[in-house]
């Protein structure tokens, strides 16, 4: 017995074959640029390719993995990358939040302000970082300037890890909060205003409505945020690059960057590669919980 189709069924059906036929270019360029480096990658991680020597290719199965796993610089950047992750993710939420409250006021000006803002996130990460790099310069940099104007001595920003991570976070959150805080703005426009109001004439505090209505209803965007940002600070490479190229010596070296000085520097493409499969097996999860918290944003 053949299951009869209902028509709103065959009707919605009909309506997305053309979405379908049109967003097959989209996913051929997505199998060109995507899916064909990526499976490459994973299988020359299972090679000996060394640009240093001149001997052929050769399969070595899980060697490139035992190495990496077992080399002291894959985890110092790993704690590196981790230490920049929970800094700069304490540093750029609250701040984006903040602003957000302030811009959802509607207050004189807020427009502007607004311009203002998001402005840093329009800008290359290349630009940025080598314009900080200028700013940060022991003895020419603007900053050292500031702080000598009122008697504080230079700091070579750039020259220890302590300073120098310090840096890459001020950069990475300058050019990151507003993002933070355009999301959230967005979140607590969606809250319906009856709920505040309904909250002031109870005798609610300010803090008090922030932390039961205000909190609680943004918390799904700030999942969200939480982890498009680590997948960010995993991945961060060219501002850091520009900044400090992983120095002083690999003090500020985080794991991507790692996998480019494998790969680039000592030409080790397949433990480059390893790396490369290892970095997305740990983006993996958080991909999958982005992908979760975003269901409760919509």
Same mark, same amino acid.
């Given at each position: 017995?053949? @299951?009869?189709?209902?028509?709103?069924?065959?009707?919605?059906r009909k309506n997305l074959r053309p979405v379908a036929q049109l967003t097959i270019p989209t996913w051929i360029f997505l199998a060109l640029v995507v #899916? =064909?480096?990526?499976?490459?990658?994973?299988? =020359?991680?299972?090679?000996?390719?060394?640009?240093?020597?001149?001997?052929?290719?050769?399969?070595?199965?899980?060697?490139?993995?035992?190495?990496?796993?077992?080399?002291?610089?894959?985890?110092?950047?790993?704690?590196?990358?981790?230490? %920049?992750?929970? =800094?700069?993710?304490?540093?750029? =939420?609250?701040?984006?939040?903040?602003?957000?409250?302030?811009?959802?006021?509607?207050?004189?000006?807020?427009?502007?302000?607004?311009?203002?803002?998001?402005?840093?996130? #329009?800008?290359?990460?290349?630009?940025?970082?080598?314009?900080?790099?200028?700013?940060?310069?022991?003895?020419?940099?603007?900053?050292?300037?500031?702080?000598?104007?009122?008697? %504080?001595?230079?700091?070579?920003?750039?020259?220890?890890?302590?300073?120098?991570?310090?840096?890459?976070?001020?950069?990475?959150? $300058?050019?990151?909060?507003?993002?933070?805080?355009?999301?959230?703005?967005?979140? #607590?426009?969606?809250?319906?205003?009856?709920?505040?109001?309904?909250?002031?004439?109870?005798?609610? !505090? @300010? !803090?008090?409505?922030?932390?039961?209505?205000?909190?609680?209803?943004?918390?799904?965007?700030?999942?969200?945020?939480?982890?498009?940002?680590?997948?960010?600070?995993?991945?961060?490479?060219?501002?850091?690059?520009?900044?400090?190229?992983?120095?002083?010596?690999? @003090?500020?070296?985080?794991?991507? #960057?790692?996998?480019?000085?494998?790969?680039?520097?000592?030409?080790?493409?397949?433990?480059?590669?390893?790396?490369?499969?290892?970095?997305?097996?740990?983006?993996?999860?958080?991909?999958?919980? $982005?992908?979760?918290?975003?269901?409760?944003?919509?």
């Amino acid at each position: 017995m053949i @299951a009869k189709v209902s028509r709103p069924n065959l009707l919605r059906r009909k309506n997305l074959r053309p979405v379908a036929q049109l967003t097959i270019p989209t996913w051929i360029f997505l199998a060109l640029v995507v #899916l =064909i480096p990526f499976f490459y990658g994973v299988y =020359i991680s299972f090679l000996n390719i060394n640009l240093a020597s001149f001997l052929p290719p050769s399969f070595v199965g899980f060697d490139n993995y035992q190495t990496v796993l077992a080399a002291s610089e894959t985890w110092s950047t790993l704690r590196i990358t981790l230490i %920049i992750t929970f =800094i700069g993710l304490l540093t750029q =939420i609250p701040i984006g939040i903040l602003l957000a409250l302030v811009l959802h006021e509607n207050l004189r000006g807020t427009k502007t302000f607004r311009s203002i803002l998001i402005t840093p996130m #329009l800008l290359t990460p290349v630009a940025v970082g080598l314009t900080y790099r200028f700013m940060f310069d022991t003895d020419l940099g603007v900053i050292n300037w500031a702080l000598g104007s009122i008697g %504080i001595e230079k700091v070579n920003w750039l020259g220890s890890q302590t300073s120098a991570l310090f840096a890459i976070i001020i950069v990475d959150s $300058w050019q990151s909060i507003p993002f933070v805080m355009l999301l959230v703005l967005a979140a #607590l426009t969606a809250i319906s205003p009856s709920l505040y109001e309904a909250a002031r004439v109870d005798g609610a !505090s @300010a !803090s008090q409505i922030f932390r039961r209505i205000t909190l609680p209803l943004i918390t799904p965007t700030l999942l969200v945020i939480t982890m498009i940002k680590i997948m960010d600070f995993l991945k961060l490479f060219d501002t850091l690059f520009i900044l400090t190229r992983g120095g002083p010596g690999n @003090a500020t070296t985080t794991l991507g #960057l790692w996998t480019y000085k494998t790969g680039f520097v000592f030409l080790e493409f397949s433990r480059a590669a390893a790396l490369g499969v290892i970095i997305t097996v740990i983006t993996l999860p958080v991909y999958f919980l $982005w992908r979760r918290a975003s269901r409760g944003v919509r």
